[in-house]
């Protein structure tokens, strides 16, 4: 099935290792985008990409890297984990006005 | 810079009655607005989006929005709420500006249904 589609679903790090989130998307979408939720502020921008070998910032970028070196796959690394990066962290890519989101990478920095 | 307020992190309503989850937003021109649910332990539910034209729209599962530009405001509404509509509902606004393609999103109102 065409989505966005995001590994692991549900990760426990401890404070100081590193992970990859992934996420890749069979659309053909330009634009990807990384969220972190947290309660009750929302879901925030992390980074985002207009296509392949172009990235940004977004609102909350500190403490996450990421690489666009194809149309599909927008992975997020985290080099060294802290508990402030316990969260939920959602993928989207888009088509215009089509927002795509994944499931969602539950992670808890321990 | 653009943003969403969701005044009220929690709205509780009976079943039957009707619901009003409010949104205002801030954006550089003219907005493009959305509406998203989002059920326990699940990603992001599409629900409906402004983009030009009629100030009432009308989305999946009975929801629909009015925009008021005056107002800055695009609240979500359901005539009759069901007790499945509880979950957590998120309004996002993005500019209309070309290359502007990044989402803005609200902190969230929880919604519960009572019955």
């Known amino acids: 099935n065409a989505g966005v589609t995001q590994t692991p679903k549900f990760q426990v790090l401890k404070t100081g290792q590193s992970m990859t989130l992934q996420c890749a998307q069979d659309m053909n979408h330009e634009y990807m985008s990384w969220y972190r939720q947290d309660p009750g502020m929302g879901l925030r921008l992390i980074h985002y990409s207009v296509g392949a070998g172009i990235t940004d910032q977004g609102e909350v970028p500190n403490g996450y890297n990421v690489s666009r070196s194809t149309t599909e796959d927008f992975p997020l690394r985290l080099l060294s984990a802290a508990p402030s990066q316990t969260s939920v962290y959602f993928c989207?890519?888009?088509?215009?006005?089509?927002?795509?989101f994944g499931s969602g990478t539950r992670l808890t920095v321990v | 810079a653009q943003s969403v307020a969701q005044p009220e992190d929690q709205v509780n309503v009976a079943e039957g009655n009707p619901l009003t989850v409010k949104c205002t937003y801030s954006?550089?021109?003219?907005?493009?607005l959305f509406w998203y649910v989002q059920y326990p332990n699940r990603g992001l539910q599409f629900l409906l989006k402004?983009?030009?034209?009629?100030?009432l729209v009308k989305g999946s599962y009975g929801f629909e929005a009015e925009f008021n530009k005056s107002q800055t405001s695009f609240h979500l509404k359901k005539p009759s709420a069901l007790v499945s509509d509880s979950a957590l509902y998120f309004c996002?606004?993005?500019?209309?500006?070309?290359?502007?393609?990044?989402?803005?999103f609200g902190t969230g109102t929880r919604l519960t249904v009572i019955p």
């Open positions: 996002a606004v993005r500019a209309d500006q070309t290359g502007a393609n990044n989402l803005f």
């Open positions: 402004y983009i030009t034209g009629d100030n």
């Open positions: 954006v550089s021109g003219n907005p493009y």
């Open positions: 989207a890519s888009s088509h215009g006005l089509g927002y795509t």
